[in-house]
């Protein structure tokens, strides 16, 4: 496939407290409709990633809600997947243009999540977990710090291997003038913070955030006969050229194993398979860093490093800005932040940035092949596309 | 208000769990917690695995974390979920303890 | 707590639940003013729906109530009956009633075989005496005070101990254990003593020094405390009290079933105080705080 990135446009992230869900919306969409260089009049379909608006503001109908802030007649959608909620966005608005059924669409991401008290928040975002989970108290910083807990028994990954993610990721989002968290940390700084649930502290975990993206997503540059080679794609243009969904048991308890989330094994391995690359073929990726170990756990099933050496391969220095593999460069979800279903927008936004060349501080040098990884829940769903130029 | 026709369906499967014995794969401390659960915290979690093979995600109660080893053996108690509010039904659910 | 006292009584009886005919449970802190406690239970425990099932209060002597209305209904149809005792014991903080709260369920199954003991006789004893009560609308019971002793305890302790005395022709020295509902270390010492019971025969009862006062679960944890330990052809003497007030007295004579039930209880009353763990007032404070939404 080859779907072109036409448009991009991000808010800043962090804690809005004078924007609505709509305003953060309106914001990214009519920057991702700019930079497309089209009117919302091209708009035929707007697809709306979210997941707690419903449950927080009682707001429904986002679809129609947020096409409506542009007067946008067509079709329109919200998707839910919880934190994959963007990916999935974007993987379906893939599937109508692969359809023939639209030509240009809008995809937008948001999430409003500083409104309500940590412990509503706690409570909705629980919604990504089972029953039997929400039954026992099992909140998310929980979830992953068991998985944490059994990697570290089982491969011997130490907090410090934990805490490196974390600085590498701040290291980053110092560069990036829209991330959550634009400033540096130590390692003594994480490991001493507040403990939230062992073994995890205050800097293990991604904040609550509010922000937006979207994306312009357009077939209008490929023709459906036959595939283009490389050289004759316009320079500077990003496509997407990988795009599968995974799925797995949305309780812990249930999956197979607590040391690895074998969605993200099958998406990749789809993805890169329909972009005609190896795994090793990736220059620059976006994971799903929702805690620290997420982003361990994320290296090993994607295939960047063997399963259970993560720990060692974060702190070889290979993924931070400047090595061989930059992952995160927008500073991931702990430092950039976490506006649920926003995410997966911003790592598209992220890649399309890094591969236009226009990435700015942050800007991996001849970047030409990108990965994004979104997960929802502790690994129920994962979304993986993949981008080149 | 929580709903009381969710929790009667679920009472209605506590039974099955009567006694039953299993070992704890993993745990950790809870010290924020979701709605409902604000007394209780802090508050081990974890999930035990229960000796007809069915996994599951459980609070661990009566023990301190100190007392716990790796794979300890864990009896289901049927206790309290959450704290009700005024004009709520109590729910009540599986939970283990070490023994 | 009421749960676990009856699956603690349906394993040590090797009884199979679908034969529980009915059901009361004893309590003053019910969970709801209006819901039984007695569905509640027999819902986990998994009682079948033919039952008749009732929630009972009469202060700390509704479990024993439980007792003596079921023993009617038992063998009927083949069936057996349960009968529980369960509370959190409420008073009021900064009362004197605080130093003894406490907290138990005891569960007793009642049926025609099998009997690891026979009822051998009861009475019952009532007045109108308000010694201790609290309202519907109140969070923490009252009490008189030292109204509370002779004209309330003492007076219905004795009256249906006496009474039951009287009717079954026996005298203390004719049992070999006895237990008295125990508010406090003092009052049911001092009922043995004037009944004559000796200090020896209500030894293996006397709970309250270790656990405090459990209200309705009170003497009747006491009798299993004393059953844990006690041998075919014992007979045992107890009476209850419930404030408000009455006293249930009754005869018990242990059977020879009495050994396969201790060889199967693995978890007698002394092997649950001595797993104990020591807690702080305040985490008592804040979950009254929690409990009464104050």
Redesign the interface.
Known sequence: MKILVKGVGLTKFGELWDKSLFDLSLQAATEAIQDANLSAKNIEAVFVANMIHGKLANQDLLGAAIASLFNIKGASFRVEGACASGGLAVHLAIQSLLAGTYKNVLVVGAEKMTDVT???I??AL?GAG?E????????F??LY??MA??HM?KFGTTRNHLAAVSVKNHYHASLNEKAQFPFEITEEKALNSP?????FTLFDASPITDGAGAVILSSENTPRRRALTPSRWTAGDVYITGSAVATDTV????RES?VEIPATKQAAKMAVKQAGIEIADIDIAEVHDCFTIAEILAMEDLGFCEKGEGGKFIVQGTTKLGGRLPINTSGGLKACGHPVAATGLKQIIEITQQLRGSAGKRQVKDAKIGLTHNVGGSGATVVVHVLQT | MNSPVQIWR???T??NY??KIGKL????????????????VP?L???VQLTEGE?????IV?C?EKDLK?NQKVQV??RK???AR?ED???????VKSI | MA??AA?NAL?NGQID?LKIGSITIGSESH??AV?PSAT?VA????LPEELLAADLEFACKAGTAGIQLLSGLVGKNGKYALAIGSDVAQSKPSDVLEYTAGSAAAALVLGKENTICHILDFTSFSSDTPDFWRKDTEKFPAHAGRFTGAPSYFAHVSGASELLLKKTKMKAADFDWAIFHMPNAKFPKEAAKRLGFTPAQIAPGFVVEQIGNPYSASSMVGLCATLDIARAGDKIFMCSYGSGAGSDAFAFEVTEKIKAHQALNKNTVAKQIKDK?YIDYSLIA??IL?KY?I
Not at chain 1, 132 to 139: D, N, P, S, V
Not at chain 2, 25 to 40: H, S, Y
Request: charged share 20%.
């Open positions: 940590i412990s509503e706690t409570s629980m089972s039997a989970e929400r039954k026992a108290g099992l909140t910083p929980g710090a068991l807990k059994t028994q403990e939230i649930c062992m073994p309780g812990l308890a249930e607590l | 679920q009472h209605k506590l039974h009567l006694n794969l993993v745990w950790t401390k809870i010290l924020v917690a979701p709605q409902g659960f604000e007394n209780q508050y979690v974890g999930i996994k599951l995600p459980v609070q009566d301190d790796p108690v049927i979920i959450g704290k005024s039904v109590i729910e009540y659910g599986v939970k | 749960v676990e699956l394993g639940p969970p709801y819901k509640i819902g986990i425990l998994g763990a804040k979950n929690t939404r």
